[in-house]
């Protein structure tokens, strides 16, 4: 017999088998001796009373032996199947490649940039010498932009497909089982390029391929139904089927759409600053407590407020995280935060953002190329404001609020470093104007928040692609191109690693064979 309770278990005990066991049969009201394995289902942490405690949802087995779910791909030798080509080696290119790989499909992802470790060569020069690789950095290169953006796998995506599939495949791969059971399951930075490798060489065993430092500038279509690829290095790739999974940041693969008059549309996105604190301000905030206990992980936070009818919320917060430079191009800033496994580092980040919506800039419903424009021209003038080499403009917390220039910076983990500016001159007008009103608020939602010891750096612009490649709902392909599928974060369809692996997996599935 199986039985299902909730837990709640403080700190000092969450990792005492015997004390759970004892507390569910007590629970249930039977001997512990009758208990013969358990099975957590999930685990949260609710820090709402001053006594934090985790909430298990646990499965007793009840005089039978414990048989808990566990997933197994089942793929196929794709030698001589019939091709998908997928544009992109992110989230959702992958799980596209191993969706393909079930479904008897060979997939060929074609990836501008390089593999996983090859990637940290040039995210170093960024980091330490102010130079960008455009076809290599933060952004693209295998893994995509989530490789080097923490690994954060909390979602809201549950009606778009399977989620636990997608993280019982990172589980196959490397990941740690919790990821299976948390309520915000996370992987880390440092263990993601491992993950990755796996994935692709499993894709490479079952024979599919994968093709990096491959560029693709020209997708070919006749009479209305997709034919083939062309890179930059002359290679010519033919199929019935392309998935377009390039991120958020293949600004040229918008271009390519405009030079063809394909459909393309503006879309809403966020843009804002990313906030750094102290990670013990936070600690203290939300678990009450001067010193967080040694069993409960760096605390996080998700904050929203209304200012002026438009929405002002947290996003994308990384506790024990590191400030990365995420450009694509040398005269630009664009900031992204990101965590290890352990979260151990001393501060805790998050993009602090406000919609951007069409009618915020002039033309935006007719003109496709309105919001990405309008990006553009602020992480430029973040670069100009910084003064060069991927500097970023910053201001304290307070002098942000109360129009002062700071007079020095808080020491922060922005690599490439911060210089103290005006922020009013890198955002818009109604970008800081919202900001302003919005952080007090928050400080009086979280004790501690609003100090001058956090570091406002500019700017978070890359939340999401400010362009939709339009697709038919129930086909998911382009409605002009037959066999062409825009997919995932870069064509308006995703928002993180989840999201966008779900997405790869239905692009797939809505291609009929």
């Known amino acids: 017999m199986q039985q299902e309770i909730e837990l709640a278990i403080g700190p000092d005990h969450i990792h005492d088998q015997d004390y759970i066991l004892r507390q569910g049969a007590k629970q249930l009201n039977i001997s512990p001796k009758r208990i013969n394995g358990v099975y957590i289902r999930k685990r949260s942490i609710d820090a709402r009373s001053k006594q934090v405690v985790f909430r298990l949802r646990i499965v007793f087995y009840i005089d039978e032996q414990p048989q808990p779910f566990c997933y197994q791909s089942t793929l196929k030798n794709v030698r001589d199947a019939k091709p998908v080509i997928i544009i992109g080696a992110g989230p959702a290119g992958l799980f596209a490649a191993y969706r393909c790989l079930e479904r008897g499909l060979k997939p060929i992802i074609l990836e501008r940039g390089k593999p996983v470790r090859e990637r940290r060569r040039d995210l170093a020069k960024i980091n330490r010498e102010g130079i960008v690789n455009p076809e290599s950095n933060y952004c693209y290169g295998e893994g995509g932009a989530g490789t080097y953006s923490d690994g954060k796998l909390y979602t809201r995506s549950n009606k778009r497909g399977d989620v636990h599939k997608v993280l019982s495949i990172f589980v196959e791969h490397g990941a740690d089982e919790d990821i299976l059971i948390d309520a915000r399951p996370h992987i880390g930075t440092n263990k993601l390029p491992h993950i ?38 002359g290679h010519t790739f033919c199929a019935d089927h392309v998935i377009l999974a390039t991120g958020h940041s293949a600004r040229d693969i918008f271009q390519l759409f405009r030079n063809k008059n394909w459909l393309l549309e503006a879309k809403p996105f966020a843009l804002g600053v990313r906030i750094e604190h102290p990670q013990h301000i936070i600690d203290s905030a939300q678990y009450h407590c001067a010193v967080r206990h040694d069993n409960l992980p760096p605390a996080y936070y998700s904050l929203v407020e ?4 438009r929405g002002v919320f947290s996003f994308c917060m990384c506790p024990g995280g590191i400030i990365a430079p995420c450009a694509t191009d040398f005269d630009e800033i664009v900031v992204n935060g990101w965590s290890p496994s352990k979260r151990n580092n001393p501060h805790a980040n998050s993009g602090t953002v406000i919609q951007i919506n069409l009618d915020d800039v002039p033309n935006a419903a007719t003109n496709p190329f309105a919001l990405l424009d309008f990006q553009r021209a602020v992480e430029h003038k973040a670069y100009q404001l910084g003064g060069g080499n991927f500097v970023a403009p910053a201001q304290r917390m307070v002098d942000f609020v109360e129009n002062r220039v700071s007079l020095d910076l808080p020491k922060n983990s922005y690599k490439p470093g911060t210089r103290s500016v005006d922020l009013n001159e890198v955002l818009p007008d109604f970008v800081h104007t919202a ?6 608020l928050f400080g009086k939602k979280m004790r501690g928040y609003y100090t001058n010891e956090a570091i406002l750096v500019g700017v978070e612009s890359r939340t999401s692609s400010p362009v939709r490649i339009p697709r038919d709902k129930e086909t998911l392909q382009h409605p002009q191109i037959k066999g062409l599928y825009p997919c995932a974060e870069g064509a308006g369809y995703a928002g993180g690693i989840v999201s966008a692996a779900i997405d790869g997996i239905n692009c797939v599935d809505a291609i009929k064979i």
């Open 306 to 309: 209304q200012v002026n009818n």
């Open 196 to 233: 990755i490798e796996s994935m692709r060489h499993k894709i490479l065993e079952m024979e599919g391929e994968v093709h990096f430092e491959t560029k693709v500038v020209d997708i070919v279509e006749k009479f209305g139904q997709v034919h083939s690829v062309k890179t930059e290095n």
């Open 435 to 440: 900001l302003r009103k919005a952080l007090p």
